[in-house]
Structure formats: structure tokens, C-alpha cells
DNA sequence: TGCGAAACTGGCCGGGTGGCCAGGACAAGG
DNA sequence: CCTTGTCCTGGCCACCCGGCCAGTTTCGCA
């Protein structure tokens, strides 16, 4: 395989709004070193659509809470959370209670399910 | 505002590759009608690099373990899933306990984080 | 200066969870 | 026939989890 770098970028589309797909194969059609993917074909790089989950204002999370959440996303437990932040189990429980009750979740697995669905973790 | 929906698609990019990034800013920076988002500026539209985690194979779970899983994600106890399996505790039990071993997790929420991240379940 | 929000801590307790032991049924393949 | 793998079940037990009660400090804002 010789690595002719300098050419060819393969760009995949994959946008639902058949508008904005149009557009952008229009305006990318025409720029030299760069073309569009074959459907199946293995491309380089992929256009995806702004991905609309993120919105939800935020639920308004505390700093804490996100701390909290981010390491019960890596399968902490509660005893891990408390010695990873300096704070007592007893603090960490409680944040947990204030996130399960703000994502709606029945427990600690389902909140950072819920958490991911929404964009508010990157797991 | 006036809604130039004809003028100026705002494109991010999000690829990890800094050289197949920086031709590609190269490249798109001369198009016109196409615009590169500022850092942190809402794009209609997102560059991401192949996503290169799906391939483990599959890690080989069985049949049940992907119904134990799917409904650990959905936050449901081993009661729950039991009640909804048709099985008893202990079975569901002994099917999580497959799973943290083959998914390398310390926990459930461990264990469908994991599997979200390689993409063997879908959240 | 008082008041609420956020963060933190404690104890208590019922039920859930995970690890260990043991076993049985049933199909596929040596 | 016997082994292997999958699926299923039981009991036991230490620990963790989530919900409840209570309290503290610190901060910003009215």
C-alpha cells in the first residue's frame, strides 16, 4: 500500500435532515482532495448530525454531583467515592440520593444510565 | 436575526488524528458556504474520526447474559429481573456474575458502562 | 442581618448485592 | 459413554445500598 497521504480524504455522511445532507454533498463535492464515500465504503472521517440529546438545560446538576457521578460511571463504590473526594461515606450517599432523585433514577446503575442517555456524562 | 439557511454551514471537527485534522481544516477552510466552528460554538454538523470501538469480537456473552444485561441497563434489581425472566434470584444472580467476570467489572453499574463503551449494549 | 442553598457529617435499618459453596437437566461433540 | 458448555436452582453470609432521621458550616444574596 503505498500512502499517498497527500490525497483523497474519504468523508462518510451521515446527517438525517435531508437538507442539510444535500447541502453539504453539494459544497463538498467540489473541493479537491476530499470525496465522498461510496455507501459501505470504509471512510476516513464521518458528518454526523449536532446530536440533540444534550439540551436539557442540564438538570441542573451541582459540581458535587457530577463529581459523584463521574465515579459511579467507573463503578465506584460509595466507600471509593469518599476516599477519592476526602469527604465521608455518609456525604457521598447523600449526593447519590440527590442524583438519583434529579435523574429519576430507581439506583446507582439506572442514574448513570440515565445520565449517559442525556449527555450529561461522556461514558 | 435573518435565517440564511443557504449561507454559512457551521462544521465541527472532532478527530483525534492532529495530521488527517489539520488537512481537513485545510481543506474545508476554502469552501465556500462551509464554516468551521469556533471552539465551544454550537455546528450544525460534526467531523468525528472512525469509531474504532466496536470490533472486540463481541466477548462472546450468551444468549441470557444479553437479556441479564439489557435489563441491569434499564436499572431493573435482580428481583425485577427474575419476575421478568421467568427465573429465579439466584439464577439471575449467577448470569450477573458472569457478567462482571467477562465484562471485567467491579459492579453492575461497572458492567454496563463496560458494555456500553464497546458497544455491546445500546443505551 | 437574616435566610436559603450547597456541602458536609452522623446513626439507624431493611433490603439488595456479590462471592462462595453445592447441585441438576439437557444438548452437542469427542 | 463421557465430557463440555449453557442454563437453571438452592443456601449461606458479609457487605453495600438507599431512605430515614438528625445536625453542622460556609457562602452569596436580599
Not at 497527500?6 to 446527517?15: D, K, Q
Not at 464521518?46 to 463503578?75: F, K
Not at 465506584?76 to 476526602?86: F, Q, V
Amino acid at each position: 500500500m503505498s500512502e499517498d497521504k497527500t490525497h483523497e480524504i474519504v468523508l462518510a455522511l451521515e446527517i438525517d435532515d435531508p437538507a442539510l445532507a444535500d447541502r453539504l454533498a453539494m459544497l463538498l463535492g467540489g473541493v479537491a482532495g476530499l470525496r465522498l464515500a461510496a455507501p459501505g465504503e470504509q471512510a476516513s472521517a464521518v458528518i454526523v448530525g449536532r446530536d440533540p440529546r444534550v439540551m436539557p438545560d442540564d438538570i441542573a446538576l451541582t459540581q458535587r454531583e457530577l463529581d459523584v457521578l463521574a465515579l459511579m460511571a467507573e463503578g465506584a463504590s460509595n466507600k471509593m467515592i469518599a476516599r477519592r473526594l476526602g469527604i465521608s461515606v455518609h456525604t457521598v450517599k447523600f449526593h447519590v440520593g440527590s442524583l438519583l432523585d434529579k435523574l429519576d433514577a430507581t439506583g446507582r446503575t439506572d442514574a448513570v444510565a440515565h445520565a449517559a442517555r442525556r449527555g450529561v456524562i461522556e461514558l
